[in-house]
């Protein structure tokens, strides 16, 4: 990987993690179309921690105040609402990390689900399914009003996140939506959510990459998690300030429009 690479594929990280038109689609991409060298599994973890710090930088005050209700509360039955999305985040990455394993066990992403046509058809399948919740379902409720049922569903269409194309928080916030959270509620869930799933999947990689006998880069890796969290962390900013305003519909748009150009590649060679 040359400079370039580096900087261009860390930027296309940051502002497309929080966005639901799917990072790692974007991080894929660039190395099919423009005949760059695939930059591996590893350096999508070096950015896509520099995005988890940038989540955990922006909603410091909430993680803080989930971890201190979580400790006080432990396991009681009428928990305070800060402990209860704190296990609302737990449980909601328990289906996403089983089938996460199971996926890197027999490494299905790498061997069968990196590639476009894998890409086209969910960039399209998922941005149907946000334009039809966007449209039909009523957002009244708070991530504070989950119940267990609500962080069940949740969990379950952020593992289809594994698969490229998909979209983490795009699957995540359009269940949100779906169960009726408003949009900033369905937003801030799904940003709090991608906090484990970053540490488990960074971890695992992190201890491959120091037990492997072959040299790890990591200047390069860590110039492209310091630019990914920058970026990052405008992204969620500004995603916050204007989704009220502008809903899901742009996103729905640049999805479809990015599974045509998908297609015509596929097509045209």
Known sequence: MDWLQIILLALIQGLTEFLPISSSAHLILPAQILGWKDQGHAFDVAVHVGTLTAVLVYFREEVGSMIAAFFR???????????RLAWAVIWGTVPVG?????????????????????????????????????KRVKRERNEYQMTWKDVAVVGCCQAFAL?????????????????????QAAARFSFLLSIPVIILS?????????????????????????????????????????????????????RLAMGAVLIGLIIWG
Request: charge should be neutral; proline fraction near 3%; aromatic fraction near 12%.
């Open 98 to 134: 089983l089938v996460g394993l199971a996926f890197s066990v027999f490494d299905i992403v790498d061997l069968y689900l990196r590639n476009l046509p894998v890409i086209a058809a969910t960039t399209i399948i998922f941005a149907l399914l946000l334009a039809y919740v966007e």
């Open 163 to 183: 698969i490229p194309g998909t979209s983490r928080s795009g699957a995540t916030i359009m269940a949100g939506l779906w169960l009726g959270l408003t949009r």
């Open 202 to 254: 960074g971890g695992l990689t992190s201890l491959k990459l120091v037990t492997q006998a072959e040299p790890v880069k990591w200047g390069a890796m860590l110039a492209g998690f310091g630019i990914a969290a920058v970026s990052a962390f405008a992204c969620i900013h500004l995603f916050l300030k204007l989704i009220d305003r502008i809903g899901m519909m742009p996103f729905v748009w640049y």
């Open 73 to 83: 509360s432990g396991f009681k039955k009428d928990m305070e609402q800060d402990a």
